[in-house]
């Protein structure tokens, strides 16, 4: 009896907006790393990232999330207000609370020293602040004061507490607690406040805002102490998005719009040393943490920067997506994937790094790729084609188009043919150049090409038929029609050319006897929902399907009668938009989720 086993998760890049800043968070001890990215809360090995875990509980989309000081838990919080508080310790991540927080989006959480207290910040109507017991909910004070959304919250590490809130409104809000009350509102900044931090020794906290001012204020009184300036008499040349202490309180960082990232000394109040981080919108500084021996930034593009402050240099890049991976290929090793905003990367499937295509990429969403020898080619939402060589990973050099909207493409490596779906039309390429055309009565949804490279089937959008062509050298001519019992959205032929595989619409699986004529194959797998991509392993033995339920089903085609292994919760919370194989026993999956999961079959 065949099993599985999740093998390794490629998590995906913080999800930023300009203006915004983002929250980065570690647990007590400075090992991982946690954010929330998508539909998911993220904790991330510091020392090695590949190492990662995610939680996906949450019916929103999760804004933010912190340690307790214990260690033990986590809460987080959505875009429904609700916060949750789970376990860290435990795989199954056991869930201790659920309750609403606010009424909108939590933007900040923290947690009081002794673990007992959560406070909260974000958007809202009528309240914008909470504060709580961890266990229970109960109200432990109340935290008011602002007329507009709470960027960032902030408690006192050492009695008596305090807890420091900053706002959209301009203004800071001291409160004294326990139980938590309002002590006085303190206006020293003149635009967004966006980040507060307390001093790991209680002495101070400081406060960051787009007006390109840090302040520095008493941590027990509120009373403003001193300010971070450089020669211009501000922070940074752009607005400050973030900040973070040392271990021991003597230096912090900021991050700043302005692209920088500023190593400041809390006694002097002066600058040591400024770290550019390039020219371009996607180098903006959007949040920043210092864990220990690491120091780590957020760029705008998601990237997360590990920085070494002796040296004043970025010494490592954790890349990857932000937004929906749309399409994905594996060759030798490596994962090549693409998103909906067109960018496109590169993993490797042993170690986790990632690195991105350069030269002129795609513009908008790739809709989808394939590999042809050493050659990627893909196409996007503007029917532009890019073949970019594998050896340079260098777009742009290599580019053609078709004259109406792709769905689908298959490519014969070898031969240098490519065939693509187009509207009421397939589309024939050789070696980069068009070819053939072929008008059709129908709207081709998917297609593939025969190992041999002389058969072509495609299946029809909204129609349960599957179209066989041959191929002749530059034409294509109609050979067969088969009748299916549910539309195909992907097809493929298994690497021996003895059986056609497909996704469908319904919940068949669509499995073909290319030896008896295309006869169906009986077999007893099914899916709960609507499949969007299929693959068969590389010894032509297994045939998986995947789709908008999470879950994806491996047949074994030897034994079709068999049950078929349901990887339950595949993606948790995201459609699966790809499944390949790396090899006879690791199937790679991709999807709305914007992550990479390896998965492992065991016999």
């Keep these: 009896m065949a099993n599985y086993s999740l093998k390794s998760i490629f998590a995906p890049l913080p999800v930023t907006t300009r203006g915004q800043n983002f929250h980065l968070q570690t647990d ?3 090992e991982k790393l946690l954010y929330c990215s998508g539909p998911a809360v993220v904790v991330r090995d510091l020392a090695n990232p590949s190492v990662c875990y995610t939680y996906n509980e949450h019916s929103g ?21 609700k916060v949750r508080v789970w376990d860290t310790t435990q795989e199954t991540h056991i869930i201790k609370y659920e309750g609403h927080g606010l009424g909108a989006t939590i933007r900040d959480i923290c947690w009081s020293p002794d673990s007992k207290r959560i406070l909260v910040g974000g958007c809202g109507r009528s309240s914008r602040t909470h504060c709580f017991l961890w266990d229970s909910g109960s109200s432990c004070g109340s935290l008011h004061g602002h007329s507009k959304d709470v960027n960032a919250i902030a408690h006192s590490p050492t009695r008596p507490f305090r807890a420091v809130t900053v706002s959209e ?22 635009n967004f406040v966006n980040c507060v931090r307390y001093n790991p020794t209680g002495a101070n906290f400081c406060t960051v805002s787009s007006d390109k001012r840090a302040l520095l204020f008493d941590g027990k009184t509120g009373e403003q102490v001193g300010e971070l300036k450089d020669g211009d008499g ?37 600058c040591v040393s400024t770290l550019e981080m390039g020219k371009e919108i996607n180098d903006q500084q959007l949040g920043c943490l210092w864990a220990g021996d690491f120091v780590v ?10 920085l070494d402050l002796n ?12 937004k929906s991976i749309e399409t994905m290929e594996v060759k030798s090793g490596k994962v090549y994937t693409s998103s909906f905003e067109g960018r496109s990367s590169i993993y490797d499937a042993e170690s986790g790094d990632v690195q991105y295509f350069t030269g002129a990429g795609h513009k908008g969403k790739v809709l989808d790729t394939k590999i042809s020898d050493d050659t990627l080619i893909s196409v996007d939402l503007n029917n532009k084609i890019l073949r970019t060589p594998l050896s340079t990973c260098e777009m742009g050099e290599d580019s053609s188009s078709v004259p109406s909207n792709v769905t689908f493409f298959d490519v014969h490596p070898g031969s240098g043919t490519e065939i693509y779906c187009c509207d009421n039309a397939l589309v024939m390429f050789k070696d980069g150049s068009e070819v053939f055309s072929k008008d059709l009565s129908y709207d081709p949804n998917a297609c593939t090409i025969s ?13 349960p038929k599957l179209y066989l062509y041959d191929i002749e050298g530059n034409s294509i001519v109609q050979r067969q029609e088969i009748n299916l019992g549910a539309a195909a959205t992907e097809i493929k032929f298994s690497p021996d050319g003895k059986l056609l595989g497909g996704a469908t619409v319904g919940r068949a699986v669509l499995l073909l006897n290319v030896e008896q004529s295309y006869k169906p194959v009986h077999h007893c797998w099914s899916t709960s929902s609507k499949t969007i991509s299929c693959a068969f392993s590389p010894d032509s033995r297994y045939f998986a399907v995947a789709g908008i339920d999470t879950n994806i089903i491996v047949g074994d085609v030897t034994q079709p009668m068999e049950p078929s292994i349901k990887m339950v919760r595949a993606h948790p919370l995201g459609t699966i938009n790809r499944v390949r194989w790396l090899d ?10 914007m992550q990479v999961r390896q998965h492992t079959i065991t016999v």
Aim: charged share 20%; aromatic share 10%; hydrophobic share 30%.
């Design 28 to 30: 007590p001890k400075n």
């Design 61 to 81: 989309t999760p804004t933010a999330a912190c340690f307790a000081p214990s260690g033990y838990y986590i809460c987080s919080g959505d875009t429904y207000g």
């Design 169 to 190: 409104d301009f203004h800071i809000g001291f409160h004294t607690g326990v139980p938590y009350k309002f002590e006085k509102t303190i206006t020293a900044h003149k």
């Design 234 to 270: 501000t922070a940074h040349k752009g607005g400050v998005m973030a900040l973070s202490y040392n271990a021991a309180g003597t230096q912090l960082i900021t991050s700043s719009a302005d692209k920088t990232v500023r190593l400041w000394d809390i006694e002097t109040e002066k």
């Design 297 to 306: 930034s957020v760029s705008f593009s998601g990237d997360i920067n590990y």
């Design 311 to 322: 040296s004043n240099a970025v010494t490592k890049v954790l890349r990857g997506h932000q």
């Design 451 to 463: 190992p041999c490279g002389t058969v072509l089937a495609v299946g029809a959008k909204g129609d």
């Design 584 to 593: 006879e026993k690791t199937i790679v999956s991709t999807g709305s989720d």
